[in-house]
């Protein structure tokens, strides 16, 4: 038996395997969309002339295995899943004896026993880790204390697809002969900032853009709780990455000449008890226009941003204006994980680089 593959975070993949990735969500995306959309529905005849979204999760069930809440992450999950064939469970903290009553050890080898994938949403790092030493199949990270990879999955795809928005030559493609789909435009190289908190969603971005060929400008307010810890920083240097990031605490610094500005939360789940004394310490990290402008954005710049968001952290003219991209983002998480799920728990295939059959 090979060993099972699991994906913690981004770190665990090439540049090209997670480019493999975002090109094949973005196959299946386009697959898949006919068969959602009601004209198509309304008549079998055309529907017969559909291609089929891979199914191999045809007869499987995923465990959904999330102690945190979700909208975004649970919905693209139980979507996909159907799409390819297959069932996704949710089992949230309150539903089952983990934690309670069962060690992660067990739960894993029972839900391993019964289902083929493990999607899961946990507190501290360690407790995925753990679920992934005795799973005896694959454990996708849904969000830890630490990473996010399937975020940064869905942000990648998102500016592929907008691709020419930064560069107004970016053309589509031809269709390749052998997936049939058009695949992505290719993205110049872009200078990403981040204003926020040092989070799960920033790890992965610090572990990925840089190998991706773009550069990360990094603004946290100054106390030790805002920077990166030190796992996250040993697998950014281990990549090399860390040529690629500048790292300073003046938000205006951050922007300067940043193409895309992206944020999130200053309290992440969990942090709720320290809100008050966040809400003081990232005084002035608000992402606004006045901020890009003083700071010298990119005039075209665009905004991302994971969700789900507070006004303190952006204001309304950027998040429901021109520049953000922040719903195509949180659609293409399902667009996403499908690849992930197809990749990882179907095929148990994330680590080639060619496309996948
Ligand atoms: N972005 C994200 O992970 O959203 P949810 O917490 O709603 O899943
Ligand atoms: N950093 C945030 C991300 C939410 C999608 C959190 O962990 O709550």
Same mark, same amino acid.
């Given at each position: ?82 799409? #390819? ?9 309150? +539903? ?58 869905? +942000? ?33 190289? #872009? ?58 605490? +003046? ?107």
């Amino acid at each position: 038996m090979p060993p099972v593959p699991h994906l913690m975070t981004l770190a665990d993949l090439t540049g090209p395997q997670i480019s493999r990735v975002i090109n094949h969500a973005h196959h299946l995306k386009q697959v898949s969309l006919p068969w959602l959309d009601p004209q198509y529905s309304k008549s079998y005849g055309k529907r017969a002339r559909l291609r089929m979204p891979s199914q191999s999760l045809f007869n499987k069930s995923i465990a959904l295995l999330f102690s945190k809440r979700s909208t975004r992450t649970r919905l693209a999950a139980e979507t996909a899943s159907l799409l #390819l064939g297959g069932r996704a469970l949710f089992l949230g903290q309150d +539903d089952i004896q983990l934690g309670v009553n069962e060690s992660a050890r067990d739960t894993a080898m029972v839900i391993g026993g019964m289902c083929q994938g493990i999607f899961a949403r946990v507190g501290d790092h360690s407790e995925i880790e753990e679920l992934a030493k005795y799973s005896p199949v694959p454990v996708l990270n849904a969000l830890s204390s630490l990473w996010h990879p399937t975020q940064i999955l869905a +942000d990648l795809l998102t500016l592929h697809e907008h691709a020419h928005l930064f560069d107004a030559d970016a053309k589509q493609p031809p269709v390749d002969s052998h997936y049939r789909t058009a695949p992505l435009a290719k993205l110049r190289p #872009l200078t990403v900032a981040y204003v926020g908190d040092s989070a799960n969603v920033l790890h992965d971005m610090l572990v990925t853009y840089p190998r991706l060929g773009h550069s990360l400008r990094v603004a946290t307010p100054p106390q030790a709780a805002y920077q990166a810890p030190e796992p996250v920083w040993e697998r950014v240097k281990q990549l090399g990455c860390d040529k690629k990031i500048w790292w300073g605490t +003046d938000p205006r610094e951050a922007v300067h000449g940043a193409d895309v500005v992206v944020t999130d939360t200053w309290i992440s789940m969990g942090q709720e008890l320290e809100k008050e004394q966040r809400l003081k310490d990232f005084q002035g990290y608000q992402v606004t226009e006045a901020l890009c402008k003083e700071g010298g954005a990119n005039p075209d710049w665009k905004f991302l941003h994971c969700l789900p968001r507070k006004q303190h952290e952006v204001d309304d003219d950027v998040f429901y204006g021109e520049r953000s991209l922040v719903f195509p983002e949180a659609e293409n998480r399902k667009w996403t994980i499908m690849a992930a799920f197809d990749l990882l728990f179907g095929k148990w295939d994330m680590t080639s680089t060619t496309a996948p059959v």
